[in-house]
């Protein structure tokens, strides 16, 4: 057995949601530099929605890897805590621009030790490994200032969350390219 055929790489045939998922990240990202007084307010929403809808994504793609693969569980847990944080912000008006920057440092730190295990995993036989690493290393440390520095984050979480959107969509977008099954790689 190839050791390739341990991971997801090439290997799920929801990758589309995944490249949509990237695709409508970049334009909130945009929005959000040029309408930065809209404000906090809305980005707790829109990261709310943002995240259930990420969630329920990672979901489909766990349930479609798990019959055949190990490692899911990644897929699946990111999927719950998206939905778990992605429904607290959107339920909850106050708690959510209080709790922001933290719900941002979680995620983030999340995302950022996924990426880097990915990474680390993928590197003999992907191409793209570096960005993984790279993705990661910079979510973990975009993840210590949310941290560290709560109320310096409120005052810039508006072009911060507009960057990471940007970032993360641009990164969501290659992922699909190396998740869609290629020829070779048959999807089940």
Same mark, same amino acid.
């Given at each position: 057995m190839e050791l390739n055929e341990w991971s997801y790489w090439g290997k799920s045939r929801?990758?589309? !949601? $995944? /490249? /949509?998922?990237?695709? !409508? /990240? $970049?334009?909130c990202g945009l929005w959000l530099i040029f309408k930065p007084l809209a404000g906090y307010a809305v980005i707790s929403m829109l990261l709310g929605w943002i995240l259930v809808l990420l969630g329920a994504t990672q979901l489909i793609v766990a349930g479609d890897i798990a019959r055949r693969l190990p490692g899911w569980g990644w897929w699946f847990a990111g999927g719950i805590f998206d939905l778990f944080v992605g429904f607290l912000l959107v339920s909850n008006f106050v708690l959510s621009e209080m709790l922001l920057p933290y719900f941002f440092a979680f995620v983030l730190l999340y995302r950022g030790v996924k990426y880097v295990i990915s990474g680390i995993g993928a590197r003999k036989w992907q191409s793209s490994w570096w960005l993984y690493m790279l993705n990661g290393v910079l979510l973990m440390l975009l993840s210590l200032f949310f941290f560290f520095s709560p109320i310096t984050a409120t005052a810039v979480i508006v072009y911060l969350c507009a960057v990471a959107f940007i970032y993360w969509g641009i990164t969501l977008i290659i992922f699909a390219t190396d998740i869609k099954p290629r020829k070779s790689a048959k999807a089940v």
């Open positions: 929801y990758w589309w !949601a $995944i /490249l /949509l998922m990237g695709i !409508a /990240l $970049i334009p």
